[in-house]
């Protein structure tokens, strides 16, 4: 079983603008300070992206490289942002693992499309509610 991580889609403005960045990358990074220590494990699952609160979409990662300029590890990922069910999310710094039983599942294998996800607030409001 792969392992994921999590990380914050900083500097999106909405989950469309994210998804048009990486389609736009024929190979797009992410970067990180902290190189993973269990980076071989997750080589084959995704990064999951954080948007308002709420897990959007997962990214396939490929792989990591160094970038000599600044010393900072790119996250090789594939160019496509997956929709997955949205699922409330605190804000972190970097990135955190996430392991596979706690990965949301694509909107696709629930038989929905990917549509609108719901804002990060609502998700959280229903999460409290015990709704989601």
Sequence with gaps: MPLHMTKIAYGAESVDSLRRWLERNPTAFA???NLPRRREEMTGGSLYWIFDHTLVGRSPIKGFTRREEDGRWNIELEPVLIPVEPRARRAHQGWRYLAEEDAPPDL???GSDSGDVLPGHLVKELAK????
Excluded: Q
Excluded at 129 to 132: T, V
């Design 108 to 110: 696709a294998d629930l």
């Design 31 to 33: 970067t990180t300070r």
């Design 129 to 132: 509610l015990g709704l989601a």
